[in-house]
């Protein structure tokens, strides 16, 4: 089976840098990946590492360490309107997609 | 432009009843989930498909089904509605890509209260 692990809150200030964490055990493992979801919304799609290192999409980065079955996402220059759930989620054999429970993020001013 | 809809968003139902939502994509994707997200337990997969024909059990799957007689939907069934699938129910999909490295598009999701 698959479980991944990532805090279920954080809270920062506009402007700042957050990283949010994740780890996962697996029985299959292609790749990890990110999604964002606003309250009474669904979530979207943020990034994806299949390989070992740092992937950068403008303000936000995402990680990966196979050998360490850790990853973390970073957002840079917090704004408000980052205030979301984060989640990681793996991709198993087949394409299955398995989430974590989710990271509520905060943004202060 | 490609899409992935849900129907109803809201539905309210009694325990015992059978309940079916629908989810429809038009991006032609082979591979199609069903989730549960409930306070506390992030997105739990119920069932999911690799294409026509194909269905297989996710982490909750105990009182649902699903059938994919085509590649535009998988319609999720609530054999005997219990309170304890109160939940808000996602549907996504994806495209099948050798090494997982595909984004999966989510429905606006269909909030269910069972009474």
């Known amino acids: 089976g698959q479980s991944l692990e990532q805090p279920s809150e954080v809270t920062a200030v506009e402007g700042a840098i957050v990283q949010i964490n994740c780890t996962y055990q697996?029985?299959?493992?292609?790749?990890l990946s990110w999604y964002q979801q606003h309250d009474g919304g669904a979530p979207t799609f943020l990034s994806y590492?299949?390989?070992?290192g740092l992937e950068e999409t403008g303000r936000f980065s995402s990680f990966l360490s196979r050998s360490d079955s850790y990853g973390y996402l970073l957002l840079q220059e917090l704004q408000m309107k980052d205030s979301a759930s984060y989640f990681c989620?793996?991709?198993?054999?087949?394409?299955?997609?398995?989430f974590g429970t989710g990271t509520q993020l905060k943004v202060e001013l | 432009d490609a899409e992935i809809t849900q129907s109803p968003r809201h539905k309210i139902t009694e325990t015992g009843r059978q309940v079916t939502l629908a989810c429809h994509q038009t991006?032609?994707?082979?591979?199609m989930f069903w989730y549960r997200q409930d306070l506390g337990h992030g997105l739990r997969l119920i069932h999911y498909?690799?294409?026509?024909?194909?269905?297989n059990k996710g982490e909750v799957s105990d009182g649902y089904s699903v059938s994919r007689s085509n590649t535009e939907d998988l319609p999720l069934t609530l054999e005997s509605a219990a309170s304890s699938q109160t939940s808000v129910y996602f549907c996504?999909?994806?495209?099948?890509?050798?090494?997982?490295?595909?984004?999966?598009?989510f429905g606006q999701g269909t909030r269910l209260t069972v009474v």
């Open positions: 996504a999909s994806s495209e099948s890509i050798r090494g997982g490295d595909t984004e999966a598009f």
């Open positions: 590492n299949a390989l070992d």
């Open positions: 991006w032609n994707h082979n591979n």
């Open positions: 498909s690799y294409g026509v024909q194909d269905t």
């Open positions: 697996t029985s299959g493992f292609y790749g």
């Open positions: 989620a793996v991709t198993g054999g087949g394409n299955k997609l398995t």
